[in-house]
């Protein structure tokens, strides 16, 4: 690009040129000319495109040699070059790159797979729900909800699932903010998902988001203590043993899902946002990622 | 080429690097004891003062240095004693961000996302460590140049051999520029060239650093570090410059190499007979 700057430069009005006597005289290997003027005449070339060709058109006709060297030289490297271009990334390529590492500061790559099995366990319970060989008139979908964000946010900070977790844990950044935005990219999977899923069963919205959420959070509050993962894992259980198992036996939803099991939830979301807040000094110490 | 764009103009030295230090050591351990586990204390009564230059960490498998380092890398918190890392206090509650942005740390278990590139891989570090968003291309950049990747700076980190992946290690923990630099085991996996580079790279880093290296090889302590820190059992049985502890060592004593011996006769000193390992 410079270079073409340059050229136009040359080809300004008033311009001298090297004269023909010294560009045969070049072509033919320099060895008539004096130091200097070779000297001259390669910078003179470098900048002036006009004086490029008439070079190249006097080694055309008058030096053989020359041509048959660079005509080896090209034959010889033009496969290399082709090979080269084709193995470069496409810029589609690269852009998606960019994306995938700046995606990489909401979700490590160790999510990726645990969210992919969310979602599927999401979809699976909507379809059984829609064909209606589930549990009657519960919603598998309202079932699963809340639990479904919080698998996610126990993935996210897995030791045994994350290889970069070391690295981590000693990285300024790691603390509640790294936790909240993993977090939140958890529930923004989760959640699009859910809509979907609720407004094709025709549950109402609260009645899954609220629970789904004052489980993360209430995750997010005991994982202070015992760690995220950990804490995931006893909510989790506890949420098979006390609401899913019953509601599967009995074929009735159960109270805590119903509408009038709103206000509790909403309590438990205040609540375990609260803790969160009160504690939020505790996310950096490496137990409170277990 | 012309851009159309000017550069700015940024200052070479900001307020930071004029502000006088207020400690005198970078690392100040008193009385260090860290649990590992429900018993077993792996640091156990540590005093220990490293200041700017090359600390070599040595010491038989199981002494504590992986803790030590863990420790100083704020990831362990201390169970008892005090550590004070570049004048604050570490291993309180509170998330020592500032400290921590001025540590870089490559564990001895260096994990990576495979599919990322060494310098995506490095970028994400770089953003973890909150460098300032407008000066990670260049730290990243200098830092890969300095590890000797800036050829393979775009292939993915599944491409790369063991060796190379301890470099990228070692380039995530300087892209910040850290003014204490904790390496666990750095040179496993380098082939002797790049073992030769490695410790140029210490001693360049060893100017105004602040770099501790656990090591098993003896010989990169002679090559590369102004001070030895011998360590056995969760305590300091040595610190030194590496001809005081070529000096510990006498003919008797076992090693092929005057470091080696030094090493045998201080970590034998009581007398009492270790397994052959």
Redesign the interface.
């Known amino acids: ?2 270079g073409e ?1 340059a050229s136009e430069r040359a080809h300004a009005p008033g311009r001298e040129h090297a004269s023909g006597r010294i560009i045969e005289r070049y072509a033919h290997g320099g060895r008539d000319l004096a130091a200097d003027e070779v000297w001259a005449v390669e910078a003179h070339l470098e900048a002036c495109r006009v004086c490029r060709d008439r070079l190249s058109a006097v080694v055309a006709v008058q030096v053989p040699a020359v041509t048959s060297l660079v005509g080896a030289v090209w034959s010889g490297l033009e496969p290399r070059l082709a090979v080269t271009a084709t193995m470069r ?1 496409g810029r589609l390529q690269q852009a998606w ?1 960019s994306r ?2 700046r995606l ?2 909401w979700m ?3 999510m990726v797979p645990w969210l992919a099995m969310v979602v599927a366990v999401t979809l699976l319970a909507l379809l059984l729900d829609l064909v209606g060989v589930g549990t009657g008139e519960v919603s598998l979908v309202l079932l699963f909800a809340p639990v479904l964000p919080v698998l996610g946010v126990a993935a996210s900070w897995a030791r045994g699932l ?14 509640l903010q ?1 936790v909240l935005r993993r977090t939140a990219s958890v529930l923004g999977v989760v959640v699009p998902v859910l809509l979907v899923c609720g407004w094709l069963t025709g549950v109402m919205v609260a009645q899954w988001l609220l629970p789904c959420l004052a489980f993360t959070a209430a995750t997010l509050a005991l994982g202070g203590a015992v760690g995220v993962t950990r804490a995931a894992v006893v909510l989790a259980a506890g949420w098979a043993v006390l609401i899913l198992a019953p509601t599967l036996a009995t074929s009735r939803t159960a109270l805590a899902l119903r509408t009038d099991g709103l206000p509790a939830w909403a309590l438990l979301l205040v609540l375990g946002t609260g803790v969160v807040i009160a504690r939020r ?2 996310y ?3 137990r409170t990622h277990r | ?2 851009t159309g764009k000017e550069h700015h103009m940024t200052s070479a030295v900001n307020a930071a690097d004029l502000a006088p230090t207020p400690y005198a050591w970078e690392i100040q351990a008193t009385g260090l004891k860290v649990r590992v586990g429900r018993k077993r204390m792996a640091v156990d009564g540590l005093d220990l003062r490293l200041g700017t230059g090359v600390h070599g960490l040595l010491g038989p498998n199981g002494a504590g240095k992986t803790t030590l380092i ?1 420790t100083l ?5 201390p169970t008892e004693g005090t550590l004070v890392m570049l004048g604050e206090t570490a291993g309180g ?6 400290l ?2 001025r ?1 870089g ?1 490559l ?1 001895q ?5 495979r ?3 060494v310098r ?1 891989f490095v ?3 770089a ?4 460098v300032p968003k407008a000066d990670i291309p260049g730290a990243v950049q200098r830092a890969v140049e300095r590890v000797g990747l800036a050829d393979r700076a ?1 292939d993915r980190m599944k491409a790369l051999s063991g060796g190379m992946v301890r470099r990228v290690g070692i380039a ?1 923990a300087i892209v910040n520029d850290p003014t204490v630099l904790l390496l666990d085991e750095p040179t496993v996996g380098l082939d002797p060239a790049q073992r030769l580079r490695f410790r140029e790279l210490l001693q360049e880093l060893g100017t105004d650093t602040c770099v501790l290296v656990s090591t098993h090889l003896v010989e990169d302590v002679a090559a590369a570090c102004t001070d030895v820190v011998l360590f056995a059992e969760g305590r300091l049985v040595f610190q030194g410059t590496p001809d005081e502890l070529a000096a510990a060592g006498g003919p008797e004593h076992v090693g092929d190499s005057p470091l080696e011996r030094g090493y045998s006769a201080l970590l034998q000193k009581p007398g009492q007979e270790r397994g052959s390992w």
């Open positions: 690009m410079s700057h990334r790159l995938l590492s990489s500061r490590t790559p160790a994350d290889p970069a977790y070391e690295l981590t844990a000693s990285a300024p950044r790691a603390g790294l000094g505790a950096s110490v490496l | 080429m012309i863990r890398a704020t990831v362990l918190r509650l509170g998330e020592h961000r500032a921590r942005r540590i740390y564990p278990e260096f994990g990576y996302y599919r990322f590139t995506e970028e994400y570090m953003w973890l460590k909150e775009d995530q």
